[in-house]
């Protein structure tokens, strides 16, 4: 083989082995105190941006990361869903009609956009939106006469089913093929809870929901329940009063379970095991006050190590391909 094709060989091989100049990804977090959506380096916790739109927030709430990568966020205030591009750029009014106190949003397999509504007075309501923002259903795809009150967080599991954090009737309800029912019905006991705020799936497929009430008895503690889909109870995962109080909670693409606390920050616990870890966005660093929900999103702007390597070894095979062509001629 001449002294060229080993240079080009040796070039793609070199491409492969390559590590990626990838941007980090990013973790979004609304604020109910300063009215703001704070953007944070995934791996590092650091202050990396904020997501502000045309006008300003009224009150940011629930945050979803599209298929497409694109940041909505809900402003209960403005009763309107807001985009963003996955560095914060903002990208217009995503959903400007036909919600009333917006809170938890979740984007289902189906791609359509999920959002949750207090709705006026007790009649909260779910609705669903298709990529242009327009309404799927000609009436709430869960409507207020199911005794929805006062949804958090929304979440699809692996099931494909929705679940919702009815935080005023202190249950979890789950919704399959358009069929509202109580998954976790109120009471103490069994259940530990008095005031669900965040649902979240974690990578064994269980369910996890944080208390943001006070627990089976008044003064009780906080803490974060693991569920089967079923309903059933599997244990405590994070011991009560670690956290003041538990809002939402996310796992984070290092399979560990990431939580937004009252206190001012946001808490990391092993994912496995549920034990405390750090903060991650420790209290008093400044953009946190009171953070509600969050989640985990941005984009790379070059391919990942692994799909470098699969194009370097491809251009490699191609090119040795060619040159064994080459020799033959």
């Known amino acids: 083989m001449s002294d060229n094709r080993m240079r080009i060989l040796t070039g793609l091989f070199v491409l492969a082995a390559c590590s990626s100049s990838a941007t980090a990804g990013s973790l979004y977090v609304s604020d109910a105190s300063y009215f703001t959506v704070t953007m944070f380096d995934s ?73 949750a509504n207090w709705g006026i007075g007790n009649d909260s309501y779910i609705v669903r939106f298709d990529s242009s923002g327009n309404p799927v259903d000609a009436s709430p795809f869960v409507p207020y006469t199911t005794g929805l009150s006062d949804p958090g967080a929304i979440a699809f599991g692996p099931d494909g089913n929705l679940y919702i954090a009815d935080s005023s009737n202190d249950a979890v309800d789950k919704v399959i093929a358009g069929v509202f029912s109580t998954l976790i019905p109120a009471g103490c006991p069994p259940t530990p809870f008095a005031n669900p705020q965040g649902v979240a799936f974690g990578p064994d497929q269980s369910l996890y929901v944080s208390d943001a009430g006070y627990g089976c008895g008044e003064g009780g503690p906080f803490g974060v329940y693991k569920y089967d889909t079923s309903g059933n109870l599997l244990g405590t995962f994070i011991t009560p009063n670690v956290l003041s109080t ?79 062509r080459s020799a033959r001629a």
């Open 246 to 324: 538990p809002i939402d909670l996310a796992f984070g693409p290092d399979g560990n379970l990431y939580v937004t606390d009252s206190q001012g920050r946001v808490a990391l616990f092993n994912g496995t095991t549920g034990a405390y870890m750090d903060d991650f966005v420790a209290y008093g660093s400044g953009p946190l006050n009171s953070p509600t929900f969050l989640a985990f999103g941005g984009t790379s702007t070059v391919p990942e190590p692994a799909s470098l390597g699969m194009m370097g070894l491809g251009l490699a095979g191609l090119a040795l391909r060619r040159l064994r």
């Open 43 to 115: 791996t590092t916790g650091s202050l990396t941006g904020t997501l502000t739109p045309t006008g300003g927030w009224g009150n940011p709430s629930g945050i979803a990361v599209g298929p497409d990568g694109d940041v909505y966020v809900a402003d209960a205030s403005n009763n309107v869903v807001d985009r963003f591009s996955a560095d914060g750029a903002f990208l217009g009014t995503f959903v400007s009609s036909g919600l009333w106190a917006p809170s938890g949003l979740a984007f289902g397999p189906d791609g359509y956009l999920y959002v």
